[in-house]
């Protein structure tokens, strides 16, 4: 479908804010219907839900949704949903749902009535349609068997179904005769069982990147869109929720067309895609949404607080230890290459058979794929990128430049399956090459490496930020703005501390030359990795550190992995763990360090949540984050929140005295008025013009003019600190202006000095 919408603008029916919660068996609708009168008390304009269709037993995310009839029962169900939308809707609070449209959960088979039923009747079922499905190579294959599968043992057949331990599986009608052994039933299903092995190599369903138990949907079909949507549009027509956040359009096959069918249904709804950008990269203009999740703005703010002139000491000092002369670039084309080779090569193989009288046609598609310099296309969109790639593949394999020719007609043609699916595979490539290989080997400097991250980048000038934001205004001013999300790689205080960090470069160079050799690890990349993150995070709760190292290495897949984890590997990474606590040779430089860069942490917290509250677009707050987050990668971002304390603690500020120190209350008081600012005075967040101030430390302050509320905010703190502070440095107001945070009356010429004396930001709002 070719695409005549254009971008949606802001509209008043927009939230000011989001407010992220994660709805789950522990934390139900009911829970967050209780919540309710403290996101009103903090300033937040809308509840954000994570996935609330019935999922999988146990799913403690909600993305594998085997039911899309039916809220789930586990997460508060229909009744837990009306007790929630009063709720918000007596508080005059909006809702934002997050949906998933590219994939369903099959884990459990007899959970998801339309697999099953695919399972049972094969091509036939009427269900058949709604999965991508590759029948022409017979029966649909499913990769569950252990290496010492016996089918004459293991499988047995109970009713009118197969067994094989705690999986169940339906039996096809009339495939069962008297006397029947449990094999040879299987033999007459639509569906075989096969090794685990082969999930990487012969799958012939799409599934969600390598997850097997998440299995492709095609919503590109009017009549799964509408089986699949009919709850959804419910919530937009009959509750008035105030928008959908969109989980995952690389997926589908034509992401303009859903969009727009979309668009037409839920008339002016906010809608946003979680859509990773690349630098330079924007949305395809015709999308008729309002913008992406936010993970694009997560890192202009993150590059705005980090210093450039940093960069070389950075760079010859993890060159230096850990040996790794490869850049980023290298890192993400080797990682992405491993991608191929490993756990997508199901996904390769399938583009070859599309293309079966081209010679060659596998390898070269792989050259493609590794080459493509975005997640993907979406053409006619993005055919540059395209180009790109060609050029990029044609030059590393030239012996492949015929083949590539040959299959680029069909490359970039829309209506072509091969151009369909290739978009597709490109962005799973990009994502398990990238954020879950090559961001845990390419350890220079780990704050940077976050989703939608640019790990090469070290940096950016004031001037650059600006320009990015006045190009937000212009394109993006609706769409969402984030710094932490359920999967960011670490939490949005832990990168806050990393950026101190690069202002002591000396001492942390003395420092994890020292842990690393008194607490070796195999490979000095990860246990510079390592030891960046205690940096980051401090001496948290020792399991979840073990936690996080055990993801990391076998992320990284240097030295061990998820598949074959080398057990001499792991125990050294877990013994640094340890060491760190318990001996004081690790333990006591460590923590030296952390007490050194921590106040400057705060700082950086401060100023990145105001920049990112009051940026372009509509800000979100993931749960909990109002105060300081330590957290690292899923699940430990998915932790429990204590909203109590929270609630105590928003009482107490309420007159404003407050300090910055380990309570958080700081940045609680600074995201609630700034929230309730937005809430209350929207005509003042809808233009974009920079702030600077005069003096010799104008370079630390990071300013801005909304269209009357004025963000001012601190960069580089420690640097400022060793200046002797703010000097003459003074900013020029016309007219006079009240700070949300200190209730300071300013006009005329007001110095910085003064202004941040007691928090390292304001926001100047007009008398």
């Known amino acids: 479908m070719t695409s005549t919408s254009s971008r949606v603008a802001a509209s008043h029916s927009d939230p000011t804010s989001t407010y992220r919660l994660q709805i789950r068996p522990s934390f139900t609708l009911d829970s967050a219907a209780a919540l309710v009168s403290y996101l009103d008390a903090l300033g937040a304009d809308a509840a954000y839900l994570s996935p609330i269709l019935r999922s999988s037993e146990g799913s403690d995310h909600g993305y594998d949704v085997v039911d899309h009839s039916v809220i789930d029962p586990a997460r508060g169900g229909e009744a837990g949903w009306q007790r929630f939308i009063g709720a918000a809707k007596r508080?005059?609070?909006?809702?934002?749902?997050?949906?998933?449209?590219?994939?369903?959960?099959?884990?459990?088979?007899?959970?998801?009535?339309?697999?099953?039923?695919?399972?049972?009747?094969?091509?036939?079922?009427?269900?058949?349609?709604?999965?991508?499905i590759e029948w022409s190579r017979g029966r649909l294959l499913i990769p569950v068997l252990g290496d010492d599968f016996d089918a004459a043992t293991d499988l047995t057949v109970i009713g009118d179904e197969l067994?094989?331990?705690?999986?169940?599986?339906?039996?096809?009608?009339?495939?069962?005769?008297?006397?029947?052994?449990?094999?040879?039933v299987h033999d007459r299903q639509h569906y075989q069982l096969v090794s685990y092995h082969l999930e990487q190599t012969d799958q012939n369903y799409r599934r969600f990147f390598a997850v097997t138990t998440l299995a492709g949907l095609r919503v590109e079909d009017e009549a799964v869109f509408d089986a699949t949507h009919a709850r959804v549009l419910e919530w937009v027509r009959r509750d008035g929720i105030a928008g959908i956040r969109l989980d995952h359009p690389d997926g589908l096959a034509d992401p303009a067309g859903y969009l727009e069918r979309l668009r037409a249904k839920t008339?002016?709804?906010?809608?946003?895609?979680?859509?990773?950008?690349?630098?330079?990269?924007?949305?395809?203009?015709?999308?008729?949404?309002?913008?992406?999740?936010?993970?694009?703005?997560?890192?202009?703010?993150?590059?705005?607080?980090?210093d450039p002139a940093t960069e070389p000491l950075f760079d010859s000092l993890y060159r230096e230890v850990s040996g790794?002369?490869?850049?980023?670039?290298?890192?993400?084309?080797?990682?992405?290459?491993?991608?191929?080779?490993?756990?997508?090569?199901?996904?390769?193989?399938?583009?070859?058979?599309?293309?079966?009288?081209?010679?060659n046609a596998r390898a070269a598609l792989a050259e493609l794929l590794i080459a493509f310099p975005v997640y993907r296309s979406y053409l006619p969109d993005g055919r540059p990128y395209l180009d790109e790639a060609i050029a990029r593949a044609t030059s590393a394999r030239p012996d492949l430049a015929a083949?590539?020719?040959?299959?680029?007609?069909?490359?970039?043609?829309?209506?072509?399956?091969?151009?369909a699916r290739f978009q597709q595979t490109s962005g799973a490539i990009m994502a398990k090459g990238v954020e879950d290989t090559a961001y845990y080997r390419y350890n220079r400097f780990v704050a940077l490496n976050e989703v939608g991250g640019n790990p090469a980048q070290f940096g950016t000038s004031i001037a650059e930020f600006h320009a990015a934001q006045q190009v937000r205004q212009r394109v993006a001013g609706a769409a969402m703005t984030t710094l932490s999300t359920h999967d960011t790689k670490r939490g949005e205080d832990v990168r806050a501390r990393l950026f101190a960090l690069a202002e002591f470069g000396d001492q942390w160079t003395s420092t994890v030359r020292q842990l690393l050799a008194v607490a070796p690890i195999p490979n000095n990349s990860f246990g510079y990795l390592l030891w960046q993150t205690f940096a980051g995070v401090g001496f948290i709760d020792r399991a979840r550190m073990h936690a996080y190292a055990e993801k990391a290495m076998r992320e990284a897949a240097d030295g061990t992995g998820w598949a074959d984890p080398d057990e001499h590997f792991e125990g050294c990474v877990h013994a640094a763990v340890d060491a760190a606590y318990d001996r004081p040779e690790v333990h006591g430089p460590l923590a030296e360090l952390v007490a050194a860069i921590t106040p400057y942490g705060w700082s950086n917290s401060l100023s990145q949540k105001l920049i990112q509250l009051t940026m372009p677009g509509i800000p979100d707050v993931y749960q909990g984050t109002e105060l300081w987050e330590d957290s690292l990668v899923d699940p430990d971002n998915r932790r429990a929140v204590d909203f109590e304390l929270r609630r105590h603690l928003l009482?107490?500020?309420?007159?404003?005295?407050?300090?910055?120190?380990?309570?958080?209350?700081?940045?609680?008081?600074?995201?609630?008025?700034?929230?309730?600012?937005?809430?209350?005075?929207?005509?003042?967040?809808?233009?974009?013009?920079?702030?600077?101030?005069?003096?010799?430390?104008?370079?630390?302050?990071?300013?801005?003019?909304?269209?009357?509320?004025?963000?001012?905010?601190?960069?580089?703190?420690?640097?400022?600190?060793?200046?002797?502070?703010?000097?003459?440095?003074?900013?020029?107001?016309?007219?006079?202006?009240?700070?949300?945070?200190?209730?300071?009356?300013?006009?005329?010429?007001?110095?910085?000095?003064?202004?941040?004396?007691?928090?390292?930001?304001?926001?100047?709002?007009?008398?």
Do not use: M
């Open 651 to 767: 009482e107490q500020s309420r007159d404003g005295e407050v300090t910055v120190d380990e309570s958080g209350a700081a940045k609680l008081l600074v995201v609630s008025r700034t929230l309730a600012a937005r809430r209350e005075r929207p005509e003042l967040f809808n233009r974009y013009t920079p702030v600077t101030a005069d003096g010799d430390a104008g370079e630390h302050l990071v300013g801005f003019d909304r269209g009357g509320a004025i963000t001012l905010a601190t960069r580089l703190p420690a640097a400022l600190a060793r200046r002797g502070g703010w000097g003459e440095a003074a900013i020029r107001l016309d007219g006079s202006y009240r700070d949300a945070f200190t209730g300071r009356s300013v006009s005329g010429t007001v110095a910085l000095s003064g202004l941040l004396d007691r928090l390292p930001v304001a926001l100047l709002v007009p008398q």
């Open 163 to 184: 067994h094989y331990f705690e999986h169940r599986y339906p039996i096809a009608p009339g495939s069962r005769q008297e006397g029947d052994t449990a094999a040879e």
């Open 267 to 306: 008339g002016d709804c906010w809608i946003t895609v979680e859509k990773i950008l690349e630098p330079g990269e924007e949305l395809p203009p015709s999308w008729p949404v309002a913008g992406t999740t936010g993970y694009d703005a997560l890192t202009e703010v993150s590059n705005t607080l980090l």
């Open 403 to 419: 083949t590539i020719s040959d299959l680029l007609p069909r490359l970039s043609d829309p209506q072509d399956e091969l151009c």
């Open 324 to 359: 790794d002369f490869l850049d980023f670039h290298g890192h993400v084309a080797k990682g992405k290459r491993t991608a191929v080779e490993t756990i997508l090569q199901a996904e390769v193989s399938r583009l070859a058979r599309l293309v079966p009288s081209v010679e």
């Open 91 to 132: 508080a005059g609070r909006g809702v934002v749902v997050d949906i998933v449209p590219n994939h369903a959960g099959v884990a459990d088979p007899s959970q998801n009535a339309a697999w099953w039923d695919v399972l049972r009747l094969g091509s036939d079922s009427p269900y058949a349609r709604w999965f991508d």
